[in-house]
């Protein structure tokens, strides 16, 4: 089974600034790597897939990046609706699997 | 609009029988995998398993293989979590996902039920 593990556990950041979230693999995923954002009581939401496609309404300020074993999530500039947990999730190889997540809090 | 319509919260004591379902609309069940994905309190994401509507093949993550059976009926769209016998671990949340097009080594999880929330206690 791929372990992903996801640092830091919690990223402290002020509204504005820059926000930079990795994942790391067990092994290689090539680029088949999934972020997904929740926000208490709600249902994850799909970010980015395949590594770096934004998917279907997702703001600009969001970009993935990586590929093997190594990936970043980076928020450009944080709004308030962005403090939320992330979490990354592979599909190469059965069983898929998620990463422990990463709270964004505010600062 | 693609809905994935989850099944309301359930109260169950261990060793009880429980099914959850998630009903599809806005696009055809045929066409794309369904996740079923747990969330304990307070914990992170894990995977469960998948099914394809299509032809009902279903596919376990090691850790849920013979705890739970995923199903799936075409003909009403809606696909089914469910336990023979709950334990008091089995308290979380559950949610149902559509997986991408071109299959689950080609996407994510790109739309999501709201969950359903299943309580196990004595």
């Known amino acids: 089974e791929i372990v992903m593990t996801q640092s830091p556990a919690t990223l402290s950041v002020s509204p504005g600034e820059r926000a930079t979230l990795s994942c790391r693999a067990s092994q290689s995923v090539s680029r088949r790597l999934a972020w997904y954002q929740q926000k208490p009581g709600q249902a994850p939401r799909l970010l980015i897939y395949?590594?770096?496609t934004r998917a279907t309404g997702i703001p600009a300020r969001f970009s993935g990046s990586g590929s093997g074993t190594e990936f970043t999530l980076t928020i450009s500039s944080l709004q308030s609706e962005d403090f939320a947990v992330y979490y990354c999730q592979q599909y190469d190889n059965w069983p898929l699997t998620f990463g422990g997540g990463t709270k964004v809090e505010i600062k | 609009e693609v809905q994935l319509v989850q099944s309301g919260a359930e109260v169950k004591k261990p060793g009880e029988s429980l099914q959850i379902s998630c009903k599809v609309s806005?696009?055809?069940?045929?066409?794309?995998?369904i996740a079923w994905v747990r969330q304990m309190p307070g914990k992170g994401l894990e995977w469960m398993g998948i099914?394809?509507?299509?032809?009902?093949?279903?596919r376990y993550s090691p850790s849920f293989q013979g705890q739970v059976t995923i199903s799936v009926d075409k003909s009403i769209s809606t696909a089914y979590l469910q336990w023979s016998s709950l334990k008091a671990s089995d308290t979380a949340m559950y949610y149902c996902a559509r997986i991408g097009s071109g299959g689950f080594y080609s996407n994510g999880l790109d739309v999501w039920g709201k969950g359903t929330t299943v309580t196990v206690s004595a």
């Open positions: 395949g590594a770096s």
């Open positions: 099914i394809y509507p299509d032809d009902s093949d279903a």
């Open positions: 806005g696009y055809s069940i045929t066409s794309h995998w």
